[in-house]
């Protein structure tokens, strides 16, 4: 067994999954929500048996392996590397090397060399002297430098690059890649120069990117600079610290949401350690969901001014969309975390405990942008804050904010929703788009898929076989995919009486796997005894033998038609005679 196939034995998909999905048991296999598509009805199926899972809504599936892929959105190589580090396994480094590892993670590991550079020059280097007496003096001790891996990138042009290349020899296209510098001609520049670094570290322990700030404010140039959009970094997917700090996060249940390193970094040394920096302007679905793995409650500590209360305005139909309780911090006199410990630590922990709801907040913040004595001022509340009702799943919460907000505008209950009718009536508008029409399966397609699952997942498969032959077995085609499947389980019983979904499946042809697959996960209804899974089973079997032998009979028809036009007689009696037995064989109505 190979060490691919040998991690895959070690870790069950049930326990797996479980850590992401709650699965609820439904007969041989499991279901859960589909975390790939938006669902309210489970759709996807996990078998212990295959040790595979498939979505019926957006009809993905696999293994373990496809799961973390599609789910983390990595390649196989880290998919393998994470699973052999949970299996205990340790992979071969001569396999890895020669023909597993990818082009992610060679940028990773040139990420990580990077931040070891770094940190060392910050820490150990002359060069890094005078950026480590700046983060002193913002009161930051050795410990903090050391568990945040602070660095610091040195002015002179092109010294990372030459250690990268020169001494670890990775080339040329790589650094570039990894955006750590750039070419200047034959030369290549590092990027980031002069600034005090901050590792961007996902919570795998990848190190995406880096942060780079400034030592002196007055200097005419951006205050901050980023990694660019690479292979493995988007700005869009990571939150800075949630490498250190999700531990805390989970244990917390909630999350506290900064918009800076140092936010992060003063919260921490504070004691507030369920803390992460945004990187960017507002929340994307990618970090809202990668957040809810940790915790069901974001609260959002940002700047108080137009561009905070946009980011917050931004994020929430997306935080709602996931069903995470969202609230605010408001730190004392309007700073930000960092300044505010810094001033007022005492205060801005009364204020982390006296969050409020996200709704609340910004329900008085809107009511601040117009004058509510005046019809004009009525219309500007009422604009800023109905387009955020609108965004509410909650028809209690929903209906508690339209009333509120026809009292303080002193308008009618009925006015107010009617302009949220409007404002839903246009945005639907905006939204309307020409769909192409879906391909549907015919109906003897959908149901031979359904008996075949019927079958492959009853309680006794070769009795729910027989039961389901015993209506078939002489009308079906031998030609369809899962007419085969019941042939090589007809072999399987002759030599064994048990049937076990996993073994039977690995002794099927490559072309079977696929439909053999689905039928063992597609969900089946629930049956309340088995009396009434077999009645299912029969009258499945029963429309899928009327169908055939309808088919049969109107190719008999269109024959006797044409012979009868042609006026040719010969085989006219015997066709007539073969469309009779089959009208005689069509199973009564009722049964």
């Known amino acids: 067994m190979d060490q691919v196939a040998q991690i895959r034995e070690r870790i069950d998909i049930i326990s797996y999954l479980s850590e992401f999905l709650t699965l609820k048991k439904a007969g041989r296999n499991f279901k859960a929500v589909c975390p790939f598509h938006n669902e309210k009805s ?4 996990v078998s212990p048996e295959r040790q595979m899972w498939h979505c019926f809504g957006c009809n993905k599936g696999g293994d373990i392996y496809s799961f973390l892929m599609e789910y983390e959105h990595i390649e196989f190589p880290e998919a393998l590397r994470l699973f052999a580090k949970r299996a205990g396994i340790e992979l071969v480094q001569s396999k890895y090397d020669a023909g597993i590892s990818s082009k992610k993670e060679r940028l990773y590991g040139l990420n990580k060399l990077a931040l070891e550079y770094y940190h060392y020059i910050l820490t150990k280097h002359e060069v890094g002297k005078n950026a480590l007496t700046y983060l002193t003096k913002r009161g930051l001790s050795d410990k903090i430098i050391e568990t945040f891996q602070l660095g610091f990138s040195p002015s002179r042009g092109n010294s990372l690059a030459r250690y990268l290349v020169d001494k670890k020899k990775y080339t040329r296209d790589e650094v570039i890649e990894a955006g750590l510098a750039y070419p200047a001609g034959r030369d290549l520049v590092d990027f980031f120069k002069g600034r005090v670094m901050f590792p961007l570290i996902d919570h795998r322990d990848n190190v995406v990117g880096f942060s780079g700030r400034i030592l002196d404010d007055n200097k005419e140039t951006s205050k901050y600079i980023n990694t660019r959009e690479t292979l493995i970094y988007h700005k869009g997917e990571h939150f800075y610290g949630l490498s250190v700090t999700k531990d805390a996060i989970r244990k917390a249940g909630s999350v506290i949401l900064v918009e800076g390193e140092f936010d992060v970094i003063s919260c921490f040394k504070e004691g507030i350690s369920h803390v992460v920096a945004v990187k960017g302007t507002a929340l994307t679905e990618m970090q809202v969901s990668l957040i809810s793995r940790y915790a069901q409650k974001i609260t959002m500590c940002f700047d108080g001014d137009r561009a905070g209360q946009d980011a917050m305005k931004r994020s929430l139909p997306i935080i709602e969309k996931k069903g995470i309780q ?34 609340d907040y910004l329900y008085e913040q809107a009511l601040k942008s117009g004058d509510t004595e005046t019809a004009e001022g009525k ?3 009422a604009d800023s804050f109905l387009p955020i009702i609108q965004s509410m799943t909650n028809e209690i919460i929903k209906e508690h904010y339209l009333r509120k907000l026809s009292t303080a505008l002193g308008t009618t209950y009925e006015s107010i929703v009617k302009e949220l009718l409007r404002i839903v009536k246009k945005e639907l508008t905006s939204k309307i788009k020409v769909q192409e029409p879906e391909q549907r399966r015919n109906r003897e397609e959908v149901l031979e898929e359904y008996l075949t699952s019927l079958i492959l997942q009853a309680s006794s498969p070769q009795a729910t076989l027989k039961e389901a032959l015993s209506e078939l077995s002489e009308i079906i085609s031998r030609e369809k995919a899962y007419q085969k499947i019941f042939d090589h389980m007809l072999a399987h019983f002759e030599k064994e ?53 309808k088919e049969k009979m109107k190719t008999l028809s269109e024959k006797i038609e044409k012979l009868e036009k042609d006026g040719q007689r010969d085989h006219l009696e015997e066709l ?3 469309y009779s037995q089959l009208m005689a064989r069509m199973p009564k109505k009722g049964l």
């Open 42 to 45: 489970p759709s996807f199926m």
């Open 326 to 359: 969202a609230t605010v911090i408001t730190p004392p006199d309007g700073k930000d975390p960092d300044e505010a410990l810094k001033v007022n630590p005492t205060g801005f922990k009364i204020a982390v405990k006296k969050d409020v709801s996200v709704y």
């Open 379 to 381: 219309k500007m509340v």
């Open 497 to 549: 009486p048990t049937f076990d979904g996993n073994t039977f499946g690995m002794n099927l042809p490559t072309e079977l796997l696929p439909i053999y697959n689905t039928s063992l996960l597609f969900p089946l209804p629930l049956f309340s005894d088995e009396s009434k899974y077999n009645a299912e089973v029969k009258k499945v079997a029963q429309e899928l033998k009327s169908l055939y032998l």
């Open 576 to 578: 007539q005679k073969e």
